[in-house]
């Protein structure tokens, strides 16, 4: 089945310490994407990936990392997260400029 | 930065009428510009594509039309269902950006039996 995951799809953490939210498609998509949603914010984009090694910025890169050093995965690396990255977060992959994305189900997190 | 704007109130129906929502965007002329639907605690899932050199797209019960020059995207489901219930955002591909893409903060459809 084709799908985008997400591990772990909750998450409770402390602020400062370092955490890793992992992404990964089954579809051999060249394009994948960070989402965190809010309410009356919408979707914003954090960081996307072009292809393996090729990443950039999104809207709101700030306190966030990224790599793709694989093409299937796509991990989001808070290093110090801040009460104010409390949010839930989507990853998505697309296989083509101008092609449907792809969600994974969501990793709703929670700094304290 | 592109702007994207939905309406943020709710939009009530009645079963079997149509629904109408707006997508409207400011700053940049996108090559095309998506629809998806979300449901409470899950992801996004993709509707439909409507590209600048369309005006129209369908799809069963689902019409997209697509503006330039108003720089307006209108969203159609007609005969809706209380399934239709659910959040509807609207989103655009920065054009020189490839995957760089922005979302408006979705229209939420109530459609009532």
């Known amino acids: 089945e084709a799908q985008v995951t997400q591990n772990p799809r909750y998450l409770i953490t402390v602020t400062g310490k370092k955490l890793t939210v992992t992404c990964s498609q089954n579809?051999?998509?060249?394009?994948m994407s960070w989402y965190r949603q809010d309410p009356g914010l919408g979707l914003r984009q954090i960081y996307y990936?072009?292809?393996?090694?090729?990443?950039d910025k999104g809207d709101v890169p700030e306190g966030y990392k990224v790599s793709r050093k694989e093409k299937r995965n796509f991990p989001l690396i808070l290093e110090s997260p801040s009460p104010n990255q409390t949010s839930l977060y989507f990853c998505?992959?697309?296989?083509?400029?101008?092609?449907?994305?792809?969600f994974g189900p969501g990793t709703r997190l929670l700094v304290l | 930065s592109q702007k994207i704007e939905q309406n943020s109130e709710a939009l009530n129906i009645q079963e079997g009428k149509t629904a109408t929502l707006t997508c409207n965007y400011t700053?940049?002329?996108?090559?095309?510009l998506q629809w998806y639907r979300q449901d409470p605690g899950r992801g996004p899932v993709f509707l439909l594509l409507?590209?600048?050199?369309?005006k129209e797209k369908r799809k069963e019960r689902l019409k997209v039309t697509f503006d330039t020059t108003l720089k307006q995207s209108l969203f159609h489901i007609t005969a809706s269902q209380p399934a239709d219930s659910a959040t509807y955002l609207c989103?655009?591909?920065?054009?020189?950006?490839?995957?760089?893409?922005?979302f408006g903060s979705g229209t939420k459809l109530n459609v009532k039996p």
């Open positions: 998505a992959s697309s296989g083509r400029v101008q092609e449907t994305q792809y």
């Open positions: 579809m051999n998509h060249e394009y």
């Open positions: 990936s072009m292809n393996v090694e090729v990443t």
């Open positions: 700053n940049y002329s996108p090559a095309y």
């Open positions: 409507i590209r600048e050199n369309e």
């Open positions: 989103a655009l591909e920065e054009g020189d950006n490839f995957n760089k893409f922005y």
